[in-house]
């Protein structure tokens, strides 16, 4: 797979699996962006500004169970099976959350619609890794993990259409934005049908002739596509077939084989999660609470930032690849911090209004954004293949436990106490992302243009490899 040429079954692939980051960002985007509309009493729903601080961390919760629980799933039976399952329940979610009648209720579908998209983070992340050729995996894991910006925007901008009470009455524009979701998760699902199962996952799971089926249909496509002649195969790897990994193993590996690495994951994860979660679940509160912006205007400003956060991991996803991993990420965390305690400080003074303080978010989230992408691509690299869907689970939903329901729930009572407070919650992102920078300068590995195989070598291998 890593020597295939990109072709056309490739953009496949990326289209199929990478357009669930479109969904999440458009989940976490709507909850943001309407929350100054599920405040009011004619919604139907009434909440208070810390039940939406609550809302977002339940979702929050809801990602970090459901990557857990999927991702172990995912290790156990498969990609496919996994990734088309966890869309499923976004879907179901997603849609039940459109009829919430109390905040209870909605609170319930929030849990079970981050599940969903937690799961699939685990099923994709593992996938597209298993599948893009490792001369492109930087860029592309990059570029798909920053598409979840798309969503983003989109999501503002749906906001203040549906926000819009000359247009729709209050209690029903949410509705639609949910609704709307669940429509773009449909699409979703007809393309990923025609994504194939990994074939490292088959090899490895004692279904050696179907993975060589894939294969050979895959180079058929790809050669068709690309007229080009592929390589010869000239590096072969004998392994012990196994039915799955035990927990206990998975467990073992990532604390004891690999520490280091074990570090350098939940690092990159924390600093990343906090900040993240804690801005753009609250960002909308900040500026209709602390500066009288407008419910129905304030969205606007999440569509410059998403923008930021788009082009970030697009632009400098390259990089990743040719000036390697270790550089550009340990740049970008501890960039991001630097530019955000500035930001901090201009905040707290007064000197922002809330024109300037969005456009220091996208400046912030220009190097965040990459940097953010980039915890997703290492934690996906630097682990055996048996254990990477519970490798990206463990990271995320840990690191997001800590840093994303912590995070929202600390900025929901900052918003309340003021600028000072709210600056204060910027000053710990800071310093989150500053030190996970620093553990990236020590620990990182050098991934790029690498095998999976050759960064951590399967356990079917020999389980005696020692860290590299």
């Known amino acids: 797979m890593d020597r295939l040429p990109w072709a056309r079954w490739h953009w496949m692939v990326v289209i199929g699996l990478g357009t669930v980051w479109i969904l999440d960002g458009l989940e976490v985007t709507i909850v943001g962006s309407i929350a100054g509309r599920l405040t009011e009493e004619d919604s139907g729903l009434g909440l208070t500004t810390a039940q939406i601080g609550l809302a977002a961390a339940i979702y929050v919760a809801g990602a970090c169970t459901g990557a857990l629980v999927f991702g172990y799933l995912t290790d156990r039976f498969g990609r496919k099976k996994l990734f088309i399952m966890t869309l499923g329940v976004y879907l179901a979610a997603t849609v039940a959350t459109a009829f919430s009648f109390n905040p209870l209720f909605f609170f319930i579908c929030r849990f079970f619609t981050g599940a969903g998209i937690g799961g699939e983070y685990a099923a994709i992340n593992s996938a597209i890794d298993e599948l893009i050729p490792a001369r492109h995996r930087g860029k592309i894991d990059l570029a798909i993990n920053g598409s979840y910006w798309l969503g983003t925007a989109f999501g503002a901008i749906l906001s203040v259409f549906l926000l819009d009470t000359a247009i729709f009455p209050p209690e029903l524009g949410w509705r639609i934005a949910f ?3 669940a429509v773009l998760g449909l699409c979703i699902l007809f393309v990923r049908r025609n994504v194939p199962e990994s074939p490292r996952w088959l090899f490895i799971h004692r279904d ?12 058929k496509q790809v ?29 073992r590996v990532g604390v004891t084989k690999y520490p280091k690495r074990f570090i350098l994951g939940l690092s990159l994860f ?8 804690a801005v753009f679940f609250t960002y909308a509160l900040v500026l209709t609470e602390l500066f009288d912006v407008p419910v129905a205007v304030a969205p606007w400003s999440l569509v410059p930032i998403a923008i930021g956060n788009f082009l970030g991991p697009l632009l400098l996803g390259r990089f990743f690849d ?16 630097v530019l955000l305690i500035v930001t901090g400080v201009l905040f707290q003074a007064g000197i922002l209004d809330p024109v300037t303080l969005t456009v220091c978010w996208v400046i912030v989230f220009f190097f965040a954004s990459a940097g953010a992408s980039a915890a997703y691509l290492t934690v996906s690299e630097i682990f055996p293949m048996e254990t990477r869907a519970m490798a990206i689970a463990f ?7 800590l840093g994303g329901i912590i995070g929202p729930i600390l900025f929901g009572q900052f ?14 992102g800071a310093g989150l992302m500053i030190a996970a920078g620093l553990v990236e300068v020590f620990l990182g590995i050098d991934a790029e243009n690498r095998s999976l195989e050759d960064i951590a070598t399967p356990l079917s291998v020999n389980s005696d490899t020692s860290e590299q």
């Open 395 to 401: 990271f995320y939903a840990v690191g997001t436990g």
């Open 223 to 251: 050669t068709e596509s690309t007229g080009e002649k592929l390589e010869e195969v000239d590096e072969y790897l004998q392994i012990k077939q196994r039915k799955s990994t035990g927990f206990g193993e998975i467990v």
């Open 179 to 181: 609704g709307l979701g």
């Open 415 to 428: 918003i309340e106490d003021g600028i000072g407070a709210v600056a204060f919650g910027y000053f710990i």
């Open 208 to 219: 050696l002739q179907s993975a060589e089926t894939i294969v050979d249909d895959v180079e």
């Open 270 to 277: 924390i600093g990343q999660a906090f900040l993240y979660n």
């Open 322 to 337: 040719t000036i390697g991993r270790r550089v550009m990420i340990s740049s970008c965390y501890i960039g991001s911090g």
